[in-house]
């Protein structure tokens, strides 16, 4: 009842007239929604998404209509084919350390080339062929984006793909210590110029 009394206390008054509203702006007309994906990432006021279980190599991004940007809405004809004919898919996305937006597959990094128009954007060729298997491995750090390969952890400076952690202990837990079918339970995070990387042991199932 108090909240009630409260309420009707303090009515809202229109008193700015028809004419006066702003008719600038205008919801879109196609007003698509998001489809279902296992990855996002915001880049230059959009928002883009991969990792739908249907269509595994399309990157889908959200619309910007004028200078207005629109971040929950998709429209149908709002993605990119990543080498769909590869086989492949893809594994995550994140911003290399130039400001290009990245699409991991396992078996190669692309850029998509995301200035001007999107009638007008590129996707490069492979960066490199040692994509990543651990899709919550990939990381933004200053130095580059870090993931875990098939063949070992990497970071991505955004034009070659180097070894991180090589030494002897590293190296062996990587190789040896990690079933290759549990890498997509392998978590990586950067803290405080630290690279973080949580796995499951392949002999004890105890997770480090």
């Given at each position: ?146 993931y875990l390969a098939k063949d070992g952890w ?55």
């Amino acid at each position: 009842a108090a909240v009630a009394t409260y309420l009707s206390a303090v009515p809202y008054i229109d008193i700015l007239a028809d004419s006066a509203l702003d008719t600038t702006q205008t919801v879109p007309t196609d007003n698509g929604m998001p489809p279902i994906t296992k990855f996002f990432i915001k880049h230059k006021e959009r928002v883009f998404l991969a990792g739908n279980s249907t269509y595994k190599s399309y990157v889908y991004f959200s619309d910007i209509t004028g200078i207005v940007s629109y971040p929950d809405v998709f429209p149908v004809g709002n993605y990119l084919p990543i080498s769909e004919d590869d086989g492949d898919e893809i594994t995550g996305l994140a911003v290399d350390p130039t400001g290009y937006l990245c699409v991991f597959k396992k078996n190669c990094i692309r850029k998509i080339f995301t200035d001007g128009d999107p009638a007008s954007w590129g996707v490069s060729e492979p960066f490199t062929k040692a994509g990543c298997w651990a899709p919550w491995t990939i990381k933004e750090t200053p130095y580059g984006i870090i993931y875990l390969a098939k063949d070992g952890w990497r970071i991505f400076d955004g034009q070659n793909s180097n070894f991180i952690g090589e030494d002897d202990r590293v190296s062996k837990i990587i190789k040896n210590e990690i079933m290759l079918s549990r890498f997509d339970k392998c978590v990586g995070h950067y803290h405080n110029n630290l690279a973080y990387l949580s796995y499951a042991d392949r002999s004890t199932n105890v997770t480090y």
